[in-house]
C-alpha cells in the first residue's frame, strides 16, 4: 500500500505542483491550505509524513506543528520561504523532523520525502535489522529502555519520548561511556542523507535531558565533553 502524505500548503499553485509529483512518485496525496483544516485531516487520516508551510491561515505552522508533534510521531518537514537560521531552529524545537527553503526543486523535495520516510520505516520494529545488534533491554541506572516495547522507564515510570529522542537515547545507551561526537551522532541516528546540521542533535539532547535528568541544567546522565560530544554515563 502507498504512503499517504499531507500536503499543508496556502499557495494554490505550488499545492497542485507538490500533490501532482508526489502522485506521480507513488504516493497517496491530500492537501489543505489551511492550519485548521490540517489539524483535522492529519488526525483523521494519520498519514505517514506531513508537509507543512510555516505561513498558513487558521492556526500557522509552527502552531499546527506543535500540536501534531504531541499527538503523533508522524514525520513532519517544514517548508518554509526563509532562509533562517531561526526559522529551522524553530521548526527542530517544535519537533520537525527536516525543513526545506522556498524556493526547492521538486527531485530535492522527493529525495527528502523519501529520506524520511526511510528513517520511519528503519525505526518500526517489524523492519528488517538483522544487521544491528538489538538488545531487548539496556539498562543504565534507574532508566530501562525496553526495546521490545519500543518503551523507555525511569524508576519503573514509563517515559514519553518522540521517535527521534528514544532513537538518540538508544544510540547514546549502546556506547554508554564513550565520547561520541554530534557528527557521529547525526550521521548514525539521523542518517547520512539527512541536511539538518549539528544543531540538530543539541536540540534533542536538550529534551532528553528535560526528562531524564533531575537537573537538567546539570546534566549528570547525558555529559556535554566540551569540544568532543557528547556522552552517555547513565
Given at each position: 500500500?502507498a504512503?499517504?502524505?499531507l500536503?499543508?500548503?496556502d499557495?494554490l499553485s505550488l499545492r497542485e505542483?507538490?500533490?501532482?509529483n508526489l502522485?506521480?512518485?507513488?504516493?497517496?496525496v491530500?492537501?489543505?491550505g489551511?492550519?485548521?483544516?490540517?489539524?483535522r485531516?492529519a488526525?483523521?487520516?494519520?498519514?505517514?509524513?506531513?508537509?507543512?508551510d510555516?505561513?498558513i491561515p487558521?492556526?500557522?505552522g509552527?502552531e499546527?506543528?506543535r500540536?501534531?508533534?504531541?499527538?503523533m510521531?508522524?514525520?513532519?518537514l517544514?517548508l518554509?520561504?526563509r532562509?533562517?537560521?531561526?526559522?529551522?531552529v524553530l521548526?527542530l524545537?517544535?519537533?520537525?523532523d527536516?525543513?526545506?527553503?522556498?524556493?526547492?526543486s521538486?527531485?530535492?523535495?522527493?529525495?527528502?520525502?523519501?529520506?524520511?520516510?526511510?528513517?520511519?520505516n528503519l525505526?518500526r520494529?517489524?523492519?528488517?535489522?538483522t544487521?544491528?545488534?538489538?538488545?531487548?533491554?539496556i539498562?543504565?541506572?534507574?532508566?530501562?529502555?525496553d526495546?521490545?516495547?519500543?518503551?523507555v522507564?525511569?524508576?519503573?515510570?514509563?517515559i514519553?519520548?518522540?521517535?527521534?529522542?528514544?532513537d538518540?537515547l538508544v544510540?547514546l545507551a549502546r556506547?554508554k561511556g564513550?565520547?561520541?561526537s554530534r557528527?557521529?551522532?547525526?550521521?548514525?541516528?539521523w542518517?547520512w542523507?539527512?541536511v539538518?546540521?549539528?544543531?540538530?542533535?543539541?536540540?534533542h539532547?536538550?529534551?532528553l535531558?528535560?526528562?531524564?535528568?533531575?537537573?537538567?541544567?546539570?546534566?549528570t546522565?547525558i555529559?556535554?565533553i566540551?569540544?568532543?560530544g557528547?556522552?552517555?554515563?547513565?
Amino acid at each position: 500500500m502507498a504512503d499517504s502524505i499531507l500536503v499543508v500548503e496556502d499557495e494554490l499553485s505550488l499545492r497542485e505542483t507538490l500533490a501532482y509529483n508526489l502522485e506521480k512518485a507513488g504516493y497517496v496525496v491530500h492537501i489543505t491550505g489551511n492550519g485548521n483544516e490540517a489539524l483535522r485531516l492529519a488526525r483523521e487520516l494519520r498519514p505517514a509524513l506531513i508537509l507543512m508551510d510555516l505561513m498558513i491561515p487558521g492556526i500557522d505552522g509552527i502552531e499546527a506543528t506543535r500540536i501534531l508533534r504531541n499527538e503523533m510521531p508522524v514525520p513532519i518537514l517544514i517548508l518554509t520561504a526563509r532562509d533562517d537560521e531561526i526559522d529551522r531552529v524553530l521548526g527542530l524545537e517544535i519537533g520537525a523532523d527536516d525543513y526545506i527553503t522556498k524556493p526547492f526543486s521538486m527531485r530535492e523535495l522527493i529525495a527528502r520525502v523519501k529520506a524520511a520516510l526511510r528513517r520511519t520505516n528503519l525505526a518500526r520494529p517489524e523492519a528488517d535489522t538483522t544487521h544491528i545488534p538489538v538488545l531487548e533491554s539496556i539498562v543504565a541506572g534507574d532508566i530501562v529502555v525496553d526495546q521490545t516495547r519500543h518503551e523507555v522507564r525511569r524508576g519503573g515510570r514509563v517515559i514519553p519520548l518522540k521517535p527521534k529522542e528514544y532513537d538518540l537515547l538508544v544510540f547514546l545507551a549502546r556506547h554508554k561511556g564513550q565520547v561520541l561526537s554530534r557528527e557521529i551522532i547525526l550521521e548514525r541516528v539521523w542518517g547520512w542523507d539527512f541536511v539538518g546540521g549539528t544543531r540538530t542533535v543539541d536540540v534533542h539532547v536538550r529534551w532528553l535531558r528535560a526528562k531524564l535528568e533531575d537537573d537538567p541544567s546539570h546534566p549528570t546522565r547525558i555529559l556535554t565533553i566540551r569540544g568532543a560530544g557528547y556522552r552517555f554515563d547513565g
